[in-house]
């Protein structure tokens, strides 16, 4: 990963595809296994896994990820002697079982029929807890209507929780829930999603129009005492991003924590419960309620625009 990369999740899609595509660009070229450097900034023993595809037409061969520290042993050692390295590996792709996405909600007094949904994602890599990576996403989903709750908060639009189920290998319960809001002709008017750990609060990304863009902005003069101060257009998440493909104008909206912890324990056994600093979770829910609050008191459709499904 680019150190030089302020924010690390630009750092992370300038090399996933090595992970990723390793294997199949490999065996193009005739490679017998890939072996890559874990995805991380921090130099540790932990590899760190994640999803990689295979290619119809393409041999698959082996493909693994080690720890920085081992990748910095091969790397010094490789130039001053011959290597061989043994793969020893036990992974595989069962057959898919079914799985559900946890789904609770806030009637909106005004406009039930209008949904503003808050999520993250259940599933995680095995060879940890996924404390961070979602875990940290489904307290903050769940905390932050809990504390509308805990206030007597009657929201105008109806407020939805989504813990979905299956991000990580597929995205199965992200798109189906997209499907599922579609047969069942609702109005999401937007979305927010937490899936990059439950560090201390910085903003959030806008996934939509200008017009969006604009009311985020317009809210960073509430948040800046706090020391959230990114207000920016960006990516909302991976699990809400299949609802632009069924409404028009909707606006996702990402939870953006500070980001220079997150790969050292990214998709590794080191995403423990342990590792989550309490506090910090709670700043970040309260951040979200806060957001919550705001879309729910002052969002409008666009002048001219009809908020509705694609055709």
């Not at 902005?217 to 948040?223: D, E, G, N, V, Y």
């Not at 806060?290 to 694609?310: E, V």
């Amino acid at each position: 990963m680019n150190e030089k990369e302020i924010i690390t999740f630009r750092a992370y899609g300038g090399c996933y595809a090595s992970r990723n595509n390793g294997a199949v660009e490999g065996a193009k070229k005739g490679a017998v296994a890939v072996v890559i450097r874990s995805i991380n900034l921090a130099h540790d023993d932990h590899p760190h896994t994640g999803g990689m595809t295979y290619e119809d037409g393409v041999e698959k061969i082996p493909s693994a990820a080690i720890s920085t520290n081992d990748a910095e042993y091969i790397r010094t050692k490789y130039k001053s002697q011959r290597l061989r390295l043994l793969l020893d590996l036990n992974c595989q792709t069962l057959d898919p079982k079914p799985s559900h996405n946890v789904i609770g909600e806030i009637r909106g007094s005004q406009f039930p029929n209008k949904i503003i949904t808050v999520g993250g994602h259940l599933d995680s890599w095995d060879i940890g807890e996924g404390a961070h990576d979602d875990g940290a996403g489904i307290v903050h989903s769940i905390e932050a209507l809990r504390i509308l709750k805990s206030l007597g908060y009657r929201p105008k639009h109806t407020l939805r929780v989504v813990l979905f189920m299956n991000e990580e290998n597929g995205n199965m319960g992200g798109t189906t829930y997209a499907s599922w809001v579609k047969q069942r002709e609702e109005e999401h008017i937007a979305a927010i999603e937490s899936d990059r750990g439950g560090f201390s609060p910085r903003g959030f990304d806008v996934d939509g129009s200008q017009y969006y863009l604009s009311l985020l902005k317009s809210f960073m003069p509430l948040f800046e005492p706090y020391e959230l101060y990114r207000f920016e257009k960006g990516f909302g998440g991976v699990d809400i991003m299949p609802l632009k493909e069924h409404f028009q104008d909707i606006a996702l909206f990402g939870f953006v924590p500070d980001s220079q912890r997150y790969f050292d324990f990214h998709h590794a056994a080191t995403d423990v419960f342990e590792a989550v600093n309490k506090r910090e979770l709670e700043l970040g829910a309260a951040s979200i309620a806060c957001l919550i609050y705001l879309l729910d008191k002052n969002f409008t459709i666009p002048q001219g625009t009809k908020h509705r499904q694609r055709k």
